[in-house]
């Protein structure tokens, strides 16, 4: 189905009552919702024909509801609405994945005030990470964060895989192996998430470098304890990989964005 589909990163994973509420503001769209405790983080993957409404009416409940002040967590942010890139999907264009982009970029700030930071062609997102208000200001809105709602990081780019890998390391291992496996294809960072060492990464090129490639450079240094996708993955990275090793991978059928899109009432034939 052709569309384009919108991973939002809320600075919020610990409160179910209040995850559920964002839910319950982008249910047309909503294909997927990832949270955890110790990143202090969900990831709401959204696509469909609400799009555009739906993510205003997540954006607006998460900017009235959230305190960056408050918030506490393992992961890099800059805002209680972190980051939202658009990918296209189905034939759709990354001209229009940057159009979208923009158009809410331009949204958040005049009509909830908070400043958006553009990446895709122009730079990329750890440039953001580093760089905003010290090195560079926002592209839509003031030269300081909104008061409680922080900055927003609105992209555009392909699809990338985010995937997690618990070590049975300590915390300095974890580092040279994301040191090690660190590429132009692979982001990656070792976090302490509660007891557990993790593996925090970003697959960029997932057809090049896939779920099974990291997991198995990783493994043969350390044990790996478990897996976790975070969100959803192409059904055209699962086809590269062995069914057979799925559940070790931590993925499954039903974690395809074909897959969840094909699920929702809308894609159905009438």
């Not at 110790?38 to 409404?53: A, Q």
């Not at 034939?91 to 908070?114: K, P």
Request: proline share 7%; hydrophobic share 45%.
């Amino acid at each position: 189905m052709r569309g384009l589909e919108c991973i939002v990163n809320v600075s919020e994973g610990k409160d179910a009552e209040r995850l559920d509420y964002f839910a319950s503001t982008c249910t047309s769209s909503l294909l997927d919702l990832h949270s955890d405790p110790h990143h202090n983080r969900s990831v709401f993957t959204l696509f469909g024909p609400y799009l555009g409404e739906d993510l205003r009416s997540l954006a607006t409940a998460v900017v009235e509801s959230l305190d960056i002040r408050e918030h506490s967590g393992i992961h890099p942010r800059i805002g209680v609405l972190d980051v939202v890139p658009f990918c296209p999907l189905g034939g759709s264009t990354m001209d229009e994945a940057i159009a979208a982009r923009n158009e809410f970029a331009r949204w958040i700030w005049t009509r909830l005030g908070v400043p958006a930071f553009l990446y895709g062609p122009e730079r990329k997102l750890p440039e953001i990470r580093r760089g905003a208000f010290s090195l560079f200001g926002p592209d839509f809105g003031a030269g300081m964060p909104h008061a409680s709602a922080g900055a927003c990081a609105v992209g555009a780019r392909n699809l990338l895989v985010a995937y997690n890998l618990v070590m049975d390391a300590g915390i300095d291992e974890v580092r040279q192996l994301a040191n090690e496996i660190r590429s132009p294809q692979v982001r990656a960072l070792a976090m302490q998430a509660g007891a557990d060492v993790q593996l925090s990464m970003n697959l960029v090129a997932p057809l090049e470098v896939t779920p099974a490639d990291v997991y198995d450079f990783a493994a043969a240094r350390h044990p790996v304890i478990r897996a976790e996708l975070v969100g959803l993955v192409p059904e055209e990275v699962m086809t590269l990989i062995k069914p057979e090793r799925w559940e070790e991978l931590g993925l499954s059928e039903t974690s395809t964005i074909e897959a969840r899109i094909a699920a929702k009432p809308w894609s159905q034939p009438v």
